[in-house]
């Protein structure tokens, strides 16, 4: 395991400076500095940055999942080893916390590693989220033995970014049932679709000011796939229950009704419910009929107002 010397002291105090009570920009000619890397890996390239308008120049066709997150820049460099590893590294720096776990969370396959505060590895690739930072280390060509030395680089990056939290509405969710590392955190319709496909129509009224958590729940031989939306105003979250109602379960929703439930053609379940002003759950099918008794949410979660 990493530990903490001298010098990382020292970057720790430079790197956690905040600017008028936010935090400082990420500094990523340090974090992609050849002693953060370590001895097994000596940089090929100069440190890239991109930003919102240019990293359709790195990312092409890949850029929109970023921006969906309220991408704000990328530093990427690239890296040897002794071996003959060619490794990538990649740092998204996102807006706020909740988007860098978001970017995580949309596919955190691979093996759990002590890498910031979660992390994946498998075939040369480790990926983990820290504060605002979402990390991409692409080992090519990989040796076997090159595991060790990629986590002991990403270990170093993480320990010099300030750590953040999980959305508060993923926290929200029940953990009875939960399926592990089922969340998945976004804002929009393309990241809902690229989760599961509802709609090319927006019915849900997503957008980037929405906050979405879907997850998987299973007890017994019970499967439900839940979904939890807060949105910016009461009417847009009513506007959006009433959408779902009528294109998509296909049944009325009078006004004044806050629940609306059906059985879908393929058999399954699946309802809407306004569980405050401004927040609504889905579920997008069960296998079982629906009961709104159910506590999808933590019981001591306040819901938005």
């Not at 060509?141 to 993480?158: C, I, N, S």
Request: no cysteine; proline share 7%.
């Amino acid at each position: 395991m990493y530990t903490l010397s001298g010098w990382l002291v020292g970057e720790l105090v430079a790197g956690w400076l905040v600017l008028g009570g936010q935090p400082a920009p990420l500094d990523f000619a340090r974090l992609l500095a050849p002693k953060v890397a370590g001895e097994r890996w000596q940089p090929t390239s100069e440190v890239q940055i991109y930003d919102r308008e240019t990293l359709y120049h790195y990312l092409n066709g890949g850029a929109e999942f970023y921006l969906a997150y309220d991408f704000q820049r990328l530093g990427q460099r690239e890296f040897r080893q002794a071996t003959g590893s060619n490794l990538v590294v990649e740092l998204y720096e996102m807006a706020s916390s909740a988007d860098a776990y978001g970017v995580f969370s949309s596919d955190p396959t691979g093996e759990k590693v002590s890498v910031g505060t979660a992390g994946v590895y498998g075939y040369g690739l480790l990926k983990f989220w820290q504060g605002r930072l979402f990390a991409r280390l692409l080992a090519l060509d990989a040796p076997e033995g090159v595991k060790p030395d990629l986590l002991t680089f990403g270990q170093r990056l993480a320990a010099l970014v300030p750590p953040g939290p999980r959305p508060a509405l993923v926290e929200a969710l029940s953990p009875r049932g939960l399926v592990p590392d089922s969340e998945r955190f976004f804002h929009t319709q393309r990241s809902l679709n690229s989760f599961y496909y509802l709609s090319e129509a927006n019915l849900l009224h997503l957008s980037r000011e929405t906050q979405a958590v879907l997850a998987d729940y299973r007890e017994g031989q019970q499967r439900t796939k839940v979904l939890v939306v807060d949105y910016p105003h009461p009417r847009t979250a009513q506007a959006a229950l009433r959408d779902f109602a009528r294109h998509y379960l296909r049944v009325p929703l009078p006004a004044g009704q806050k629940t609306a439930a059906t059985r879908l053609e393929n058999g399954r379940y699946a309802g809407g419910r306004q569980v405050s002003p401004r927040r609504l759950l889905f579920i997008l099918e069960s296998t079982a009929p629906l009961s709104w008794e159910r506590p999808y949410l933590r019981r001591t979660e306040k819901p938005k107002r």
